[in-house]
């Protein structure tokens, strides 16, 4: 299984572009690699999966090089509202085997 | 909507007193877990299941039980609650495992005295 690591921590300005990295040395081939976001109390919501390369959304970008030990969350122009805990996590579509990231903590300050 | 749904959403118990929290979800999906999230901890799985009447233990099933009867529903069970048991617990669904997208429940927060 993947062990992944992450800033615990990062903090940002508004309007500015966070990049968050999750270092997953272990990953297997088949593992897909997933971020999501979580406000206080509520449930994580999904930003976006890839595989390899780069992967947009209306959101969010997903940059994973070619050895796929690590990949960056890219979230450009941050607001306030982005305020969140981001965690990366690493598994395959289908089966058991996953590992969520421990979370980082992003703050946007005005 | 596709969503899950979780109930009920806080509940104060006390030790020992068996108490059952429901997950459902209407997007047809096989796979469902329960996780557990404490205080830097992050999120740990309690039981998952990969189909009906299919489940299998996580990183942290003791004291708790999960079914699945029915593929919508999968409700978590706490025969013998205790405080340690204190915890925000999320229910989640995908279609073919946990590396696919999950969709996450909004959370229940237990207290248990």
């Known amino acids: 299984l993947a062990k992944t690591t992450q800033p615990i921590s990062m903090d940002s300005y508004e309007g500015q572009e966070v990049n968050i990295t999750c270092s997953h040395n272990?990953?297997?081939?088949?593992?897909?690699i997933t971020w999501y976001q979580q406000f206080p109390s509520q449930g994580p919501r999904f930003i976006i999966q890839?595989?390899?390369t780069k992967v947009t959304n209306e959101v969010a970008s997903l940059f994973i090089p070619a050895d796929r030990k690590s990949s960056t969350l890219s979230l450009p122009r941050v607001s306030l509202s982005d305020t969140a805990v981001y965690y990366c996590?690493?598994?395959?579509?289908?089966?058991?085997?996953?590992?969520f990231g421990p979370g980082t903590r992003l703050s946007v300050l005005p | 909507e596709a969503q899950v749904t979780q109930n009920p959403r806080y509940l104060i118990t006390v030790t020992g007193k068996k108490l059952t929290v429901t997950c459902s979800q209407n997007?047809?999906?096989?796979?469902m877990s329960w996780y557990r999230q404490d205080p830097g901890l992050g999120l740990r799985q309690i039981y998952y299941?990969?189909?009906?009447?299919?489940?299998d233990k996580g990183d942290v099933p003791e004291g708790y039980k999960v079914s699945r009867k029915e593929k919508r529903n999968f409700p978590l069970i706490l025969e013998s609650p205790s405080p340690n048991q204190t915890s925000l617990y999320f229910c989640a669904s995908s279609f073919g495992g946990a590396g696919e997208t999950q969709y996450f429940g909004p959370g229940t927060r237990l207290l248990v005295l």
């Open positions: 272990n990953i297997a081939t088949n593992d897909y």
């Open positions: 299941s990969m189909n009906v009447e299919v489940t």
């Open positions: 997007m047809n999906h096989e796979y």
């Open positions: 996590l690493v598994g395959a579509h289908y089966g058991q085997n996953f590992v």
């Open positions: 890839g595989y390899k």
